[in-house]
């Protein structure tokens, strides 16, 4: 099994009366890329500022690499052995890129060189570029190459897709693909579902400062996301009714497409059959989009939390 690198003990964290994180406990394991999803306020970056030994916790116990976040000496040795993109991450504007990963770099007693780490992050064309003048996308990843200068073994990423669009987001998805292929453990926290579907090995649903699950997608999505869906466009009224009297969970939208709910292959096919034999038979001619919708880890997160986060990052 991969080592541990991250041991989170019934962490609590508490600002006065408020408790920003309730008793919280999960493993990340080297290589892996872990995921803390959940909506704003839950507790996420409170529980990356703990391990990246940056705000006290207030009970519980917090180890990376086997080192307690809270002994001096053990604090040291963590801030050796981690890179960090904090939420809203900044450079300065008149610098370059090269000159801003320099900069950066000049805090550390080893890092890697700056033209490698440009090199990395395929921002070789942006070398001399300020700042100021590149896309939010572009931005982040000189962010990443900026967590990455003193060649982490763990990289905590806070929310690092927050407020850029769909493409940018996806370049920095590869960006976070590519750690992984470096040997690099990842941190990720977000709010999108997606993201944490596609990158994450394991995810952990936080809210609340509580932790609802933990697990691998493919482990979440198959307790918690419910049935498959087939989906029939333009299937009408009398589709429906005839695969509602015999199978159930079937609904029509306004569009007039036919959504039935299946316990598993068996009856998908089966569903299927009758499309077909009702196309054949009857009046209702079946030419339409037939599509299997498989749930989702936004389906998960309805049913153990009971809402939905909303592309700005709140639950509703």
């Known amino acids: 099994m991969a080592e541990m690198v991250v041991d989170v003990d019934s962490l609590v964290k508490e600002y006065g009366s408020l408790r920003a994180v309730d008793g919280i406990s999960f493993e990340l394991h080297e290589g892996e ?11 996420k970056t409170t529980t990356v500022e703990i391990l990246e030994c940056i705000r006290p916790l207030t009970s519980g116990s917090a180890k990376v690499f086997g080192y307690d976040v809270t002994k001096g000496e053990d604090v040291r040795e963590i801030k050796k052995r981690i890179g960090v993109l904090p939420q809203d991450f900044s450079a300065l504007d008149k610098l370059s890129v090269k000159e801003n990963i ?85 941190f990720l926290t977000s709010h999108y579902m ?47 009714k005839t695969l509602q009297d015999k199978y159930g969970g ?17 009856e998908m096919w089966q569903a299927l059959s ?13 030419d339409k989009e037939i599509e299997i919708q498989t749930p989702t880890i936004e389906d998960v997160f309805l049913k153990v939390v009971g809402g939905r ?8």
């Open 309 to 316: 986060i909303t592309e700005e990052g709140e639950l509703k």
């Open 102 to 186: 320099d900069l950066i770099g000049r805090m550390y007693e080893k890092k890697l060189d700056t033209l490698e780490v440009i090199k990395l992050l395929d921002l070789e064309e942006k070398t001399k570029e300020r700042f100021e003048n590149l896309s939010g996308g572009l931005k982040q990843r000189v962010g990443v190459a900026a967590a990455l200068v003193n060649n982490p073994q763990l990289v905590f990423l806070d929310e690092p897709t927050t407020g850029l669009d769909p493409r940018a987001r996806r370049e920095v998805w590869q960006v976070i693909e590519n750690l992984k292929k470096l040997g690099k453990t990842v």
């Open 194 to 240: 997606e993201e944490a579907q596609v990158l994450a090995d394991r995810i952990a649903i936080i809210n609340r400062g509580k932790i609802a699950v933990v697990g691998s997608p493919q482990d979440l999505i198959s307790r918690y996301g419910g049935l498959k869906t087939l989906v029939i466009r333009k299937g009408g009224k009398k589709l429906a």
């Open 33 to 43: 890329v872990f995921a803390l999803l959940g909506p704003n306020g839950a507790g």
């Open 274 to 286: 009758t499309v077909t034999d009702i196309s054949m038979l009857t009046d209702v001619y079946i």
């Open 250 to 266: 079937t609904s029509l939208n306004e569009d007039g497409d036919v959504f039935v709910k299946v316990d598993d292959v068996k």
